[in-house]
């Protein structure tokens, strides 16, 4: 089975400040991962994955992640956050076959002050 | 293009009515999720649908639980006899087949039961 930890259920920042934003997963088979954010009463939308290749992946909003299999990882990441960033974001993992349903860690709380 | 429906937005019952709630995936995608979130428990995978069948239904919480999908496109999650811990946001997701990981999350049903 897998399961994925995110041990900081909300962070706050300054803007313009760096975060990281921290996954860790556990399972006995080769996994993809992804973020996800949720901006308020919305669904969630992906912001990027890893599935095989380099370990570091870029996505949208200039969100990067870097997986790290020895450490069972993928912490994301952002060099300077904005006021817009503020939101939930959510860690994914899915095996490489089967139904390759999501299995999320508990979601982290970005708040970003001015 | 258009994404993933859900409707309704928000449905307020009381305890012991039946509810439904509908998703409308993207055209195209044979694959279908539902989740549920919740504030005890988070994000948790209910049932997978590839076309018309569920393969994969482990995520049902009771019997209470229960969902169809016709013509490989809407598809309808049914709750019975409803109960104040069934309070939650469903969450629909697709993708374009089983295999291809990525999902599209729908903005989800917010479900109060009073």
């Known amino acids: 089975a897998q399961s994925v930890t995110q041990l900081d259920s909300q962070v706050p920042v300054f803007e313009e400040a760096p975060v990281e934003l921290r996954c860790n997963y556990s399972s006995s088979v080769s996994v993809y991962l992804f973020w996800y954010v949720q901006y308020p009463n919305q669904g969630l939308q992906l912001l990027l994955k890893?599935?095989?290749?380099?370990?570091l992946v870029k996505g949208i909003n200039g969100f990067e992640a870097e997986f790290n299999k020895s450490q069972t990882s993928f912490h994301l990441r952002k060099p300077s956050v904005h006021i817009s960033d503020t939101a939930e974001y959510f860690c994914?993992?899915?095996?490489?076959?089967?139904?390759?349903?999501?299995?999320f860690g508990t979601g982290t709380r970005l708040k970003v002050l001015a | 293009g258009a994404g993933v429906s859900q409707s309704p937005s928000n449905k307020v019952t009381e305890k012991g009515k039946d509810v439904e709630l509908r998703c409308d995936p993207i055209s195209g995608h044979t694959a279908l999720y539902w989740y549920r979130q919740s504030l005890g428990q988070g994000l948790e995978f209910l049932i997978y649908f590839q076309g018309n069948s569920a393969p994969d239904k482990s995520g049902l919480p009771s019997d209470r639980f229960s969902a169809e999908r016709t013509g490989g496109s809407v598809s309808t999650l049914t709750i019975q006899r409803t109960q104040q811990e069934d309070s939650a946001v469903y969450l629909c997701?697709?993708?374009?087949?089983?295999?291809?990981?990525?999902?599209?999350f729908g903005p989800g049903t917010r479900l109060t039961v009073t």
């Open positions: 997701a697709s993708s374009y087949r089983g295999d291809s990981y990525e999902q599209y």
């Open positions: 890893y599935l095989s290749g380099s370990t």
């Open positions: 994914a993992v899915s095996r490489l076959s089967g139904t390759y349903k999501y299995i």
